[in-house]
């Protein structure tokens, strides 16, 4: 079973600038998770979708973060415009649907520079 | 109340000891504890999880233990291996919020010595 898949895998990019990120799940994954993992922290969920709809976005800086998933399976996260502070990692992850206990699947992540 | 406190920062553990990892929460309405486990260049990986209805849970070498009147688990890890060598995160996550979140633990960055 091919995992979750995101690219691209590195990205630095000067302050102000846009940049966006696009994560393939575990295919018939219903829920899908955008993380943002800061160094020496642990994840922080920025959005998490059932199939295409929002269920959780209450974390993420809307005025500067935007994210979709138009058909249900794959998703662009997209940042602008990037500040230093977003200097992070961000991971994509899916589960089989949106319950509790449901494991989640993380792909390798995102790791952006913002100079 | 959302915070999920997770000590220490950084183990150092000889081969073949009891690595020991410890975590605490407030909200009493979290109903599951996983533990993710992260090697470098990676993403997070589920390595054992738990419920609040049963005090401890064995996997392997891996065993969480539950304390729900503390609202405090931890992880242990029998017969380290260096090959253990990961950065360990506890969650809690709650399915009581219309939808659910899962709360990460800041992490511990375990090294076994061979």
């Keep these: 079973e091919a995992g979750v898949a995101q690219s691209p895998r590195y990205k630095i990019i000067e302050k102000r600038q846009s940049v966006a990120f696009w994560c393939n799940p ?3 994954h219903a ?8 160094l ?5 969920l920025l959005i998490q979708f059932q199939n295409n709809g929002v269920v959780d976005d209450s974390q993420l800086p809307k005025d500067r973060f935007s994210a979709e998933r138009l058909k249900g399976v794959d998703s662009t996260l997209k940042i602008q415009p990037a500040k230093l502070e977003d200097s992070a990692v961000y991971l994509c992850a899916s589960s089989f649907t949106g319950g509790s206990y449901n494991e989640q699947f993380f792909g390798p992540g995102t790791r952006l520079t913002v100079l | 109340q959302q915070q999920v406190k997770q000590s220490p920062q950084s183990l150092i553990v000889q081969k ?3 690595s020991i990892i410890n975590c605490a929460y ?3 309405a979290f109903d599951y504890f996983p533990w993710y486990q992260q090697f470098p ?3 997070p990986a589920l390595l054992i999880a738990i419920r609040p209805d049963v005090s401890e849970k064995k996997e392997g070498r891996f065993t969480i233990s539950f304390n729900k009147s503390a609202k ?3 992880l242990h890890i029998m017969d380290s291996q260096p090959g253990d060598s990961a950065t360990y995160f506890c ?3 709650s399915s009581n919020t219309g939808g659910f979140k899962t709360i990460f633990g800041a992490g511990t960055r375990l090294f076994v010595k061979a």
């Design chain 2, 91 to 93: 969650a809690a996550s």
């Design chain 2, 26 to 28: 407030e909200n009493t």
């Design chain 1, 31 to 38: 829920t899908l998770y955008w993380y943002q993992q800061i």
């Design chain 2, 41 to 43: 260049g990676k993403g």
């Design chain 2, 16 to 18: 073949g000891g009891i």
């Design chain 2, 72 to 74: 405090q688990f931890s």
């Design chain 1, 40 to 44: 020496g922290q642990g994840p922080k």
């Design chain 1, 26 to 28: 575990i295919s018939g």
